[in-house]
């Protein structure tokens, strides 16, 4: 590295939700922040773009103008058996949807707006901790920063250059998913959130802006090779044994050709402090879609990260407090929530299991009101 490296108090690997979010804050407190995104914005990711309304305050607070965009708000759950049996429960808290084409880039038009030097089409290619301060270099050109944040979504080469255990992780029954999204036009409820279960996966959908439907579902890598890695002959032999699901992809128009699809997904146990990185997201540790929202809990994982940035340059300079501190902070919130989440995504995918499940969670109003509740957090 050269010494004509550009210097930040904060550089961010990542501009997916929690990185954005991070790099807003930071901006807002008056650092010099820098984010590095590989690719363009506006782009799509796989995500059930629901969000929880736990994270109405922080998003309006960064200066978000959500009662503007006029976004369907989410009060109702219904779930639905292998079979199609359908079983309908009340959110408490509830939600809206968004699409991550869009949210994600009002987060990034507001960054720029704030101040943050942005690269996109940028790729870190490699990272050292120097003692004091991070020497980070891309495709582009070499940058230093006191702090980094790695926010760059659920697996990357950064990961196997940084030798993080997770990467080195046989295949099994938590590390292997896929999963696959589509944008349609549907007739499907403005307050409805459906989740309609098949052999080895479950299927969300639930309308998000302008009239649009996301139909986001995940399953083992596993069901998908049985079924000739096509997408297509998975669909229609596995998922649409669902009637409900064979409606749905039956009458809704695709307004895409071909679906987004992501593979290798892993639900194993990150560190969220590793080489002096700070992670955040996805990065930190992939969240169970039935945790309530993975979309909620990465804006507040970089909440807690800030935090622990802004009193590191404000009161102490403690490296090893910073760290300590935040992955502290990241499993108090969050790791009752995640096994809960864990818990209930066991009992998804198998028809006499999730029918049991299911039928308990009906018969019993208090024990859904409590599994809703556990995975939902508060307003941050």
Not at 40 to 48: A, E, I, Q
Not at 98 to 124: C, E, M, P, W
């Amino acid at each position: 590295m050269t010494h004509q490296a550009s210097q930040y108090d904060l550089a961010i690997i990542g501009g997916g939700l929690a990185g954005l979010c991070l790099s807003i804050q930071s901006a807002n407190a008056g650092y010099k922040t820098i984010l590095f995104e590989k690719e363009s914005y506006p782009f799509h990711k796989v995500c059930g773009e629901y969000i929880s309304k736990e994270s109405e305050p922080f998003l309006s607070a960064l200066g978000l103008p959500l009662e503007d965009w006029n976004l369907p708000s989410i009060n109702q759950l219904d779930i639905s058996a292998p079979n199609g049996k359908l079983h309908s429960f009340h959110l408490p808290l509830g939600g809206f949807g968004v699409s991550r084409h869009f949210l994600d880039h009002q987060l990034y038009q507001l960054a720029v707006q704030k101040g943050v030097t942005i690269y996109t089409n940028t790729k870190v290619q490699n990272l050292q901790f120097q003692d004091t301060h991070f020497e980070i270099e891309t495709d582009k050109r070499q940058f230093t920063a006191t702090i980094v944040a790695g926010s760059y979504g659920k697996k990357s080469n950064l990961d196997i250059r940084l030798n993080r255990p997770f990467v080195r992780n046989k295949p099994s029954n938590w590390n292997n998913f896929i999963g696959v999204k589509y944008h349609i036009q549907y007739p499907h409820p403005e307050n409805l959130i459906a989740l309609h279960n098949f052999k080895d996966g479950y299927c969300g959908i639930s309308q998000i802006e302008a009239g649009k439907s996301c139909l986001c579902y995940m399953t083992t890598a596993a069901n998908l090779q049985q079924n000739g890695n096509s997408i297509e002959q998975l669909e229609a032999s596995v998922l649409w044994k669902n009637p409900k699901l064979k409606t749905i992809f039956k009458e809704a128009e695709m307004l895409s050709e071909r679906p987004l699809t992501i593979s290798q997904i892993s639900f194993q146990q990150k560190k969220r402090v590793e080489n002096h990185l700070l992670f955040i997201g996805d990065a930190a540790g992939m969240i169970p879609p039935l945790c309530g929202n993975g979309m909620s809990m990465a804006m507040h994982g970089s909440k807690l990260a800030f935090q622990n940035i802004d009193e590191y340059f404000g009161v102490h300079r403690n490296r090893n407090l910073l760290e300590s501190n935040y992955e502290q902070q990241w499993n108090q919130h969050f790791s009752m929530r995640i096994q809960t989440g864990k818990l209930v995504q066991r009992m998804f995918g198998n028809e006499s299991i999730t029918g049991f499940f299911l039928n308990t969670m009906s018969l019993v109003p208090s024990l859904s009101k409590r599994v809703i509740e556990a995975t939902h957090g508060r307003t941050f």
